[in-house]
């Protein structure tokens, strides 16, 4: 099976611009999760979706949202960019084996705001 | 709250050493999961091991193994035999049961030296 794939790979950007990053799950996988990383705050989590639906969301603004498709693709939008929004999005498609939830993450997509 | 600590920065040892990566864990839910994943320069986080809260029986996988020990909420993850395809950056993670988010330790830098 493919593995998780994220697009783009790069992305440069000014501040005050908006972004809109892609994630394409597993196959077979209905749920995504978005991760930020940065060097001062580590992994953080920014929400999760299945089947579709917002289930958990970390503890970001409101600019950062994400979406849903009936596909399982999500997308994640970060509007007004700030400098501090430079990071790796790192986007995880995950099934339950029975026994909990097994995470596999795609390659992310490293943005960065100047 | 959920929290995963690794105290250990980085680490550097020579091929061939055994190298144990300290995780050490906070929760207050009776069902968790414990993680391990690897991230390689190339940044994708790459899956190791998941481990549920009533399954304490030590792993082993080829060169890997786990030591889970509830006792002392640890976690800990040693590599036998080191080898310099192993320098990467050692995250643990912690969930709750029936949830997808992860929590992430700050990683351990790992560098063997030929």
């Known amino acids: 099976k493919a593995g998780v794939t994220q697009t783009p790979r790069y992305l440069i950007k000014t501040r005050g611009q908006q972004v809109t990053l892609s994630c394409s799950p597993i196959s077979g996988h209905r749920s995504v999760s978005w991760y930020q990383q940065t060097p001062g705050q580590g992994l953080q989590f920014l929400f999760e979706y299945f089947s579709e639906t917002q289930r958990n969301k970390g503890n970001f603004p409101g600019r950062f949202s994400g979406r849903q498709f009936s596909n399982s693709r999500s997308e994640m939008n970060v509007s007004t960019l700030e400098l501090g929004d430079s990071a790796l999005y790192l986007c995880?498609?995950?099934?339950?084996?029975?026994?909990?939830?097994?995470?596999?993450f795609g390659p992310g997509t490293r943005l960065t705001v100047t | 709250a959920q929290k995963v600590t690794q105290a250990q920065t980085e680490i550097s040892v020579v091929e061939k050493e055994d190298v144990t990566l300290d995780c050490v864990y906070e929760t207050r839910d009776t069902t968790y999961y414990l993680f391990w994943y690897k991230q390689p320069p190339s940044g994708e986080l790459v899956f190791l091991i998941r481990?549920?809260?009533?399954?304490?029986q030590n792993e082993i996988s080829g060169r890997y193994s786990w030591n889970f020990q509830k006792s002392t909420s640890s976690f800990n993850f040693t590599i036998t035999a080191s080898q310099v395809v192993d320098s990467a950056v050692y995250f643990c993670a912690t969930a709750q049961g029936g949830s997808e988010k992860l929590v992430f330790g700050k990683g351990t830098k790992l560098t063997v030296n030929p």
């Open positions: 481990r549920n809260s009533f399954d304490e």
């Open positions: 995880a498609s995950s099934f339950n084996s029975g026994d909990g939830y097994e995470q596999y």
